[in-house]
């Protein structure tokens, strides 16, 4: 399955939040709260139910329930909203319920950001396999300093992927240079954990206008498996510190 059938798969798979017995004000903050996920926020009234209950479906199957109050972010704890913030304990429970988590419009900026949450779990853990997408071999060479820096810890493998546009970079991982469509219309960041399934992470969006990403991010390790066996199974394995093309 190519990288852009998996988002397509993904996105089929939409929630519906449905807000109960809460006024309009609190239907219209949960959905600017998660207004950039792949969830469709509604509400209803339900006579002799519980005021202000949120219920999260998934193909019109009940998944949880969860009070209002609890999906609302704190002013005082909650983090910039432009950290993705890849926090298995955000808006738990109702993320926690859906194992793909999907955003409609990330910007550049907030791709960077998801992009280095997952890169920074590839060095805490210091070993197992870290498959990064760049696009281009210029945007790969805006970076190249972070990914020699990953590819010094000697159990972690490094393989970043490009389309041959720009400079091959001076790199220390491996370059796989692939003109293949989804590599150069994609952004992905995959973690396989490094033999710890609960590490697992993965990052895949495409490009669909300029500087808008629209895709997901998973800590299912079958699905970043599923990623990475596909980038290495179509693009091959460079030699560390090499490029293939």
Request: net charge negative; with cysteine; proline share 4%.
């Amino acid at each position: 399955m190519s990288l852009i059938e998996l988002i397509a798969r993904v996105e089929a798979t939409a929630a519906t939040l449905t807000v109960v017995n809460a006024n309009a004000a609190a239907r219209d903050e949960l959905a600017e709260t998660f207004g950039d996920r792949n969830l469709v926020v509604t509400e209803a009234t339900l006579p002799g139910a519980p005021d202000r209950f949120a219920v999260l479906a998934r193909d019109e199957e009940f998944v949880t329930a969860i009070a209002v109050d609890d999906l609302l972010p704190s002013t005082e704890t909650s983090p910039e909203k432009t950290a993705p913030a890849f926090d298995q304990q955000s808006y738990a429970p109702v993320l926690d319920a859906i194992d793909e988590t999907t955003f409609t419009s990330y910007s550049k900026r907030k791709m960077v950001a998801a992009s280095r949450e997952i890169e920074d779990r590839a060095w805490r853990t210091g070993s197992g396999a870290l498959h990064a997408g760049f696009q281009t071999l210029t945007t790969l060479g805006e970076t190249v300093d972070t990914y020699n820096r990953l590819a010094e810890r000697e159990d972690l493998a490094v393989h970043a992927y490009a389309a041959p546009e720009g400079s091959v970079p001076d790199a220390d991982f491996a370059v796989h240079i692939e003109r293949a469509p989804e590599i150069r219309e994609t952004w992905f960041v995959a973690y396989d954990g490094g033999g710890l399934e609960e590490n697992a992470c993965l990052l895949l969006a495409e490009e669909r206008e300029p500087d808008r990403f629209f895709g997901f991010w998973t800590y299912d390790p079958r699905m970043v498996a599923e990623a990475i066996t596909h980038l290495s199974e179509t693009y091959g394995v460079a030699a560390a510190g090499g490029a293939e093309e």
